[in-house]
């Protein structure tokens, strides 16, 4: 059972334009939210992250915004840049657990 | 700079033999994890700890081991190799309710 979903294998996007990468979640339980971006032959680096405290959360050209109804995350790029082509994740976690709860990935593709 | 160090970023094994992955933090984290990334699948966590010597299973333990006697130090084994799992291995670790910090990552093929 995959408790947090990244629908969209691949997004192609122009330079300068926005990137909506999107996840969803099933646990209720999870208050804590973060997006990784990995480049290829590396490990996942740390973007940005949520709180369930808050609705959204922005650093630089970076915003994520959380709809705790829908159980629903979204990150905003912009403007995207062709450095951002990378495929991002979305991690999910709850107080009391070490554990984060990874989305399979998205890759993103910024076009020059 | 924080850093995880994982001791290969690409390694060759055959079937059947002892495989050990070895991964080092310098951030004095309480907290490190082992995961494995397939296509398609994302991050699957196979184990973490929380403390020297203590261990917990994650979502596909199978198959595998770990050893964690130092604070920086958390060791994948895997027993007997096989070829499905011939993946990306990443280790991570974490402060307590932190973020986590990843590894380069270790590419294992097993024939």
């Known amino acids: 059972d995959q408790q947090v979903k990244q629908n969209s294998p691949s997004l192609s996007v122009q330079e300068g334009r926005i990137s909506i990468l999107n996840c969803d979640y099933t646990n209720s339980m999870f208050d804590y939210f973060l997006w990784y971006k990995k480049y290829p032959a590396e490990g996942p680096t740390f973007l940005i992250s949520i709180s369930s405290i808050k609705d959204k959360n922005e650093d630089g050209r970076f915003t994520v915004f959380l709809n705790k109804s829908a159980k629903h995350l979204s990150l905003h790029i912009v403007p995207s840049q062709p450095g951002d082509s990378a495929v991002y994740f979305c991690?999910?976690?709850?107080?009391?657990?070490?554990?984060?709860?990874f989305g399979t990935g998205t890759r993103l593709k910024v076009l020059a | 700079d924080v850093k995880v160090t994982q001791s290969s970023r690409y390694l060759v094994k055959r079937t059947g033999e002892k495989v050990f992955l070895e991964c080092v933090q310098d951030?004095?984290?309480?907290?490190m994890f082992w995961y494995r990334q397939d296509p398609g699948l994302g991050l699957r966590l196979i184990y973490f700890s929380y403390d020297v010597k203590m261990k917990e299973k994650g979502d596909i333990p199978e198959g595998y081991s770990v050893s964690r006697e130092k604070k920086e130090r958390f060791s994948l084994i895997l027993e007997s190799a096989s070829t499905n799992q011939t993946s990306m291995y990443l280790c991570?670790?974490?402060?307590?309710?932190?973020?986590?910090?990843f590894g380069p990552g270790t590419r294992l093929t097993v024939l």
């Open positions: 991690a999910a976690s709850h107080s009391g657990t070490y554990k984060y709860i």
């Open positions: 991570a670790s974490s402060s307590q309710l932190g973020r986590q910090f």
């Open positions: 951030m004095d984290h309480e907290n």
